[in-house]
């Protein structure tokens, strides 16, 4: 299978990221799967005129296209025009572009926040009129309609993340090269479930502290950040903590709160990144499947319960107090 | 008078979107115009913000100089609060931004611009055999094995900021996680690595004695590992004649932390460092798409013109220092800096030169980062408490992989009301300014050869590279 990668209103992270995939390193493991680059803006040797041809020939049918992977935003300013962004060499704006191509590619990947949902690009006043491919936030039609499906018949298949994780772009890539990417394998923001079934929450090392409601008041403390520093990895999708990023990294292993970055308009939370909105001094968001009355009573019961210990370092900014020793034996 | 014009885009093997316009006479480029085509408005976005706000999003602004966006937006915020960051939390945040500016220069030099040496157009020269070995696009085995450990090195990124790009760990107090002394011996691990790999394959050779070169014949000596290879193919095709720069060098000087950067501020012309004053910046919008004056960017605007007036050809507005282009980037830091090596190759100018400036200050960071780690004291406060201001200014001056990076902001009753980023391809690929005078780029590109058959010149393509361009920072 052969794979055009288009980078359009983004950051260009989520292939920065993808170059940081191991064991094997995302070269390999394209090679490995049968999935070779037909052009790629940041890895691909074809500069220029060649590049025009290529595209062309993508558009008007005489080069087959198995997979078309969209980085960024698509903007549709000014004034619906999209000239805030012209793929440059052509006097055709990105937007253009896409719609043009997509509809020729048997799989449409969109790949980050912005090319999903808009993301970033999208924030505030949203000055250029940012989209994602098939997303307006959470709302279903964005540079493609709503019921836009590739030639295989699925919807845009949308890897978020701000960024991506490696391995979801590189495992949907495999996935699709094996056939296995299938309707029922999307969730219903249309994000792969290999990733999106889990929460961040899950294998978050600060999890006993969340057992007892055993909170951080400051960033660089140990303890859990959902109540008082905007933590929603309770909420948000994506299995940050169960596969780690960059060696043994997670936001929340940094200690910083997870911000929901998988989640269509993750970019306006309506309140600060790194802080808790409250109503009568408590946490506004719930654990997701959680029913409220059992989630404040739990809290309030395991608050009390806290033991010493993790009461003490959650508001260290490392371990003071040890887990106590069970004495030998006599 | 031009016998053509071409269009060079897309442009690709550059960090986001550029278009360049050719005019072309005599078989040589009389007049290049740089097109920035991307506006997304992050300066926009920014204003009516809670501050912190600026944490997130300015990093998202690049994916390759994330850490760079991070550092200003945190120097920033910090100035406006007139205070300083934890004085280890610095040592840290200066640790994850070389890092980054470590693993950038790696994959402009094997992803970006070597590739362009293995193409067939090449073929028959002495080294293009070795050339295609190493660094075919998407297959050669130095690009390979450089994408390895620049993966490697980042997990230095992965334990102290949780993930590149894009990491919240750095915050106008210190840093969010402090580490360990386990931490420390595992960061030493990885550092120890990347040198493996250095010594290796990019110079064959320790990363000390690179360091220690002290002139250009020192350098034209160099033969061991990819880095001499580069040499050769420099001295083949005279890329030190190609492409020279305004002969006026920047730095806002790199990695502030307790004991002051480690690579100096200031300015280099005519083999002179002086000193920088950053009130002499002004960004002039003759030749963007840009509404209003030219202006500092204390009081600058970002209104973009959506009628994109004839005249005007680039989202880039056009920033000077007293007036004057500027280039800026590890060639500009390696002669302010004062080291040997880097005044020479600043009195070169070139291709060859910014290429070899990115390869010495890649031997000097891998030798600060060493430093940096063993400085860390895993018993002290990497964070102090720091309370914004609910009115305020200040700016965040920082040199991200590709050079100068400030972040100018202003604070009215708790919100963002001014955000001004000016980035270092803003100053290299900058548009001509109101008396007409080429941004860097488009000035280096003039007389640059292009062959009868070319419509992508291969000269332009190295020149345009050398340079490092990241276009999602120019305009943001």
Same mark, same amino acid.
């Given at each position: 299978?052969?794979?055009?990668w288009l980078q359009s209103a983004g950051c260009g992270g989520?292939t920065m $990221?993808?170059l940081?995939?191991? $064991?094997?390193?995302?070269?390999?493991?394209?090679?490995?799967?049968?999935?070779?680059? #037909?052009w790629h803006p940041s890895l691909s040797v074809e500069t220029g005129a060649p590049v025009?041809?290529?595209?062309?020939?993508?558009?008007?049918?005489?080069?087959?296209?198995?997979?078309?992977?969209?980085e960024g935003?698509?903007?549709?300013?000014?004034?619906?025009?999209?000239?805030?962004h012209m793929l440059s060499g052509t006097?055709?704006?990105m937007?253009? &572009?896409?719609?043009?191509?997509?509809?020729?590619?048997?799989?449409?990947?969109?790949?980050?926040?912005?090319?999903?949902?808009?993301?970033?690009? $999208?924030?505030?006043?949203?000055?250029?009129?940012?989209?994602?491919?098939?997303?307006?936030?959470?709302?279903?039609?964005?540079?493609?309609?709503?019921?836009?499906?590739?030639?295989?018949?699925?919807?845009?298949?949308?890897?978020?993340?701000?960024?991506?994780?490696? %391995? &979801?772009?590189?495992?949907?890539?495999?996935?699709?090269?094996?056939?296995?990417?299938?309707?029922?394998?999307? %969730?219903?923001?249309?994000?792969?479930?290999?990733?999106?079934?889990? #929460?961040?929450?899950?294998?978050?090392?600060?999890?006993?502290?969340?057992?007892?409601?055993?909170?951080?008041?400051? #960033?660089?403390?140990?303890?859990?950040?959902?109540?008082?520093?905007?933590?929603?990895?309770?909420?948000?999708?994506?299995?940050?903590?169960?596969?780690?990023?960059?060696?043994?990294?997670?936001?929340?292993?940094?200690?910083?709160?997870?911000?929901?970055?998988?989640?269509?308009?993750?970019?306006?939370?309506?309140?600060?990144?790194?802080?808790?909105?409250?109503?009568?001094?408590?946490?506004?968001?719930?654990?997701?499947?959680?029913?409220?009355?059992?989630?404040?009573?739990?809290?309030?019961? $395991?608050?009390?319960?806290?033991?010493?210990?993790?009461?003490?370092?959650?508001?260290?900014?490392?371990?003071?107090?040890?887990?106590?020793?069970?004495?030998?034996?006599? | 008078?031009?016998?053509?014009?071409?269009l060079v885009g897309p442009f690709n093997r550059v960090e986001g979107d550029l278009e360049i316009r050719l005019? *072309?006479?005599?078989?040589?480029?009389?007049?290049a115009y740089a097109n920035s085509p991307l506006?997304?408005?992050?300066?926009?976005?920014?204003?009516?913000?809670?501050?912190?706000?600026?944490?997130?999003?300015?990093?998202?602004i690049c994916g390759i100089c994330?850490?760079?966006?991070?550092?200003?937006?945190?120097?920033?915020?910090?100035?406006?609060?007139?205070?300083?960051?934890?004085?280890?939390?610095?040592?840290?945040?200066?640790?994850?931004?070389?890092?980054?500016?470590? !693993?950038d220069h790696l994959t402009h030099f094997y992803l970006f611009f070597m590739p362009d040496?293995?193409?067939?157009?090449?073929?028959?020269?002495?080294?293009?055999?070795?050339?295609?070995?190493?660094?075919?696009a998407?297959?050669?085995?130095?690009l390979?094995?450089?994408?390895?450990?620049?993966?490697?090195?980042?997990?230095?990124?992965?334990?102290?900021?949780?993930?590149?790009?894009?990491?919240?760990?750095?915050?106008?107090?210190?840093?969010?996680?402090?580490?360990?002394?386990?931490?420390? *011996?595992?960061?030493?691990?990885?550092?120890?690595?990347?040198?493996?790999?250095?010594?290796?394959?990019?110079?064959?050779?320790?990363?000390?004695?690179?360091?220690?070169?002290?002139?250009?014949?020192?350098?034209?000596?160099?033969?061991?590992?990819?880095?001499?290879?580069?040499?050769?193919?420099?001295?083949?095709?005279?890329?030190?004649?190609?492409g020279?720069?305004?002969?006026?060098?920047?730095?806002?000087?790199?990695?502030?932390?307790?004991?002051?950067? *480690?690579?100096?501020?200031?300015?280099?012309?005519?083999?002179?460092?002086?000193?920088?004053?950053?009130?002499?910046?002004?960004?002039?919008?003759?030749?963007?798409? @840009?509404?209003?004056?030219? !202006?500092?960017?204390?009081?600058?605007?970002?209104?973009?013109?959506?009628?994109?007036?004839?005249?005007?050809?680039s989202w880039c507005?056009?920033?000077?220092?007293?007036?004057?282009? @500027?280039e800026t980037g590890a060639?500009?830091?390696?002669?302010?800096?004062?080291?040997?090596?880097?005044?020479?190759?600043?009195?070169?100018?070139?291709v060859?030169?910014r290429v !070899?400036?990115r390869?010495?200050?890649?031997?000097?960071?891998?030798?600060?980062?060493?430093? @940096?780690?063993?400085?860390?004291?895993?018993?002290? !406060?990497? @964070?102090?408490?720091?309370?914004?201001?609910?009115?305020?200014?200040?700016?965040?001056?920082?040199?991200a992989a590709r050079g100068?990076?400030?972040?100018?902001?202003?604070?009215?009753?708790?919100?963002?009301?001014?955000?001004?980023?000016?980035a270092p391809t803003t100053w290299n690929f900058s548009p001509?300014?109101?008396?007409?005078?080429?941004g860097p780029v488009e000035?280096a590109l003039?007389?640059a050869?292009?062959?009868?058959?070319?419509?992508t010149p291969l000269s332009v393509q190295h020149i345009v590279r050398s340079f490092d361009p990241c276009m999602v920072c120019t305009v943001h």
């Amino acid at each position: 299978m052969n794979i055009l990668w288009l980078q359009s209103a983004g950051c260009g992270g989520c292939t920065m $990221s993808l170059l940081c995939a191991e $064991s094997p390193g995302v070269m390999d493991l394209l090679d490995g799967a049968g999935l070779r680059i #037909l052009w790629h803006p940041s890895l691909s040797v074809e500069t220029g005129a060649p590049v025009r041809r290529l595209l062309e020939a993508v558009e008007a049918g005489e080069q087959p296209l198995d997979i078309l992977c969209v980085e960024g935003s698509i903007l549709r300013g000014p004034n619906g025009t999209g000239r805030y962004h012209m793929l440059s060499g052509t006097g055709r704006s990105m937007l253009d &572009w896409v719609r043009a191509l997509a509809p020729r590619a048997a799989h449409v990947v969109a790949v980050g926040t912005c090319a999903t949902y808009g993301g970033v690009t $999208s924030a505030g006043e949203n000055p250029a009129d940012a989209v994602g491919v098939q997303y307006d936030g959470a709302h279903p039609g964005g540079a493609l309609p709503a019921g836009f499906t590739s030639r295989a018949g699925l919807p845009v298949i949308n890897v978020a993340g701000c960024p991506t994780h490696p %391995d &979801w772009v590189t495992e949907t890539l495999l996935l699709i090269a094996a056939g296995e990417m299938r309707a029922e394998a999307l %969730d219903g923001f249309a994000r792969p479930r290999f990733y999106a079934d889990h #929460l961040v929450h899950h294998a978050c090392p600060r999890n006993e502290f969340y057992e007892y409601k055993a909170s951080a008041t400051e #960033l660089s403390q140990i303890g859990c950040m959902m109540e008082h520093l905007g933590c929603v990895g309770t909420q948000a999708v994506g299995d940050c903590n169960i596969r780690t990023w960059n060696g043994e990294g997670s936001c929340t292993r940094a200690g910083y709160p997870c911000i929901n970055c998988t989640a269509p308009e993750f970019e306006e939370p309506g309140h600060g990144f790194a802080e808790t909105p409250k109503f009568a001094g408590i946490p506004v968001g719930l654990p997701s499947d959680m029913p409220k009355a059992w989630f404040m009573a739990l809290a309030s019961l $395991s608050k009390a319960a806290t033991p010493r210990r993790i009461g003490v370092n959650a508001t260290a900014d490392r371990i003071t107090v040890p887990p106590t020793l069970r004495k030998p034996r006599p | 008078m031009s016998d053509r014009t071409l269009l060079v885009g897309p442009f690709n093997r550059v960090e986001g979107d550029l278009e360049i316009r050719l005019d *072309v006479a005599d078989g040589r480029v009389s007049a290049a115009y740089a097109n920035s085509p991307l506006f997304r408005g992050f300066e926009r976005i920014l204003l009516g913000k809670q501050p912190q706000d600026a944490l997130t999003i300015t990093p998202r602004i690049c994916g390759i100089c994330s850490i760079s966006q991070s550092a200003a937006a945190a120097l920033a915020l910090a100035a406006c609060a007139g205070e300083q960051a934890a004085p280890e939390g610095a040592r840290i945040a200066a640790l994850l931004h070389g890092v980054e500016n470590l !693993a950038d220069h790696l994959t402009h030099f094997y992803l970006f611009f070597m590739p362009d040496f293995a193409r067939p157009e090449y073929a028959g020269r002495a080294w293009h055999d070795r050339a295609v070995a190493r660094f075919t696009a998407l297959q050669g085995s130095g690009l390979r094995a450089a994408t390895e450990a620049r993966a490697g090195l980042f997990h230095i990124v992965g334990l102290l900021g949780g993930k590149w790009p894009h990491t919240l760990a750095i915050q106008p107090g210190g840093v969010t996680r402090a580490p360990t002394a386990r931490d420390k *011996v595992r960061i030493g691990a990885d550092l120890r690595a990347f040198r493996r790999f250095l010594e290796a394959e990019l110079f064959g050779a320790p990363v000390e004695d690179f360091a220690a070169l002290d002139g250009a014949g020192a350098l034209d000596r160099w033969a061991g590992g990819d880095a001499g290879l580069f040499l050769s193919i420099a001295e083949d095709l005279d890329l030190a004649a190609l492409g020279p720069g305004p002969g006026r060098l920047m730095s806002f000087g790199a990695y502030p932390g307790p004991e002051g950067t *480690v690579f100096a501020r200031g300015t280099w012309e005519a083999g002179r460092i002086g000193p920088l004053d950053p009130g002499d910046i002004a960004e002039d919008l003759s030749h963007a798409w @840009m509404l209003g004056e030219a !202006a500092h960017p204390e009081a600058g605007q970002t209104l973009p013109d959506a009628a994109m007036r004839a005249g005007a050809y680039s989202w880039c507005k056009a920033p000077r220092l007293a007036g004057r282009t @500027m280039e800026t980037g590890a060639l500009a830091r390696q002669a302010v800096d004062g080291h040997p090596l880097g005044r020479a190759l600043a009195a070169e100018g070139g291709v060859r030169a910014r290429v !070899a400036a990115r390869l010495l200050e890649i031997a000097r960071t891998q030798i600060a980062l060493e430093a @940096m780690k063993a400085a860390i004291a895993p018993e002290a !406060a990497f @964070m102090r408490p720091l309370a914004l201001p609910r009115q305020g200014a200040g700016a965040g001056l920082v040199e991200a992989a590709r050079g100068a990076l400030g972040h100018w902001c202003r604070i009215e009753d708790g919100r963002l009301a001014s955000y001004q980023i000016v980035a270092p391809t803003t100053w290299n690929f900058s548009p001509r300014d109101a008396s007409g005078t080429p941004g860097p780029v488009e000035a280096a590109l003039v007389g640059a050869p292009v062959g009868p058959d070319e419509d992508t010149p291969l000269s332009v393509q190295h020149i345009v590279r050398s340079f490092d361009p990241c276009m999602v920072c120019t305009v943001h």
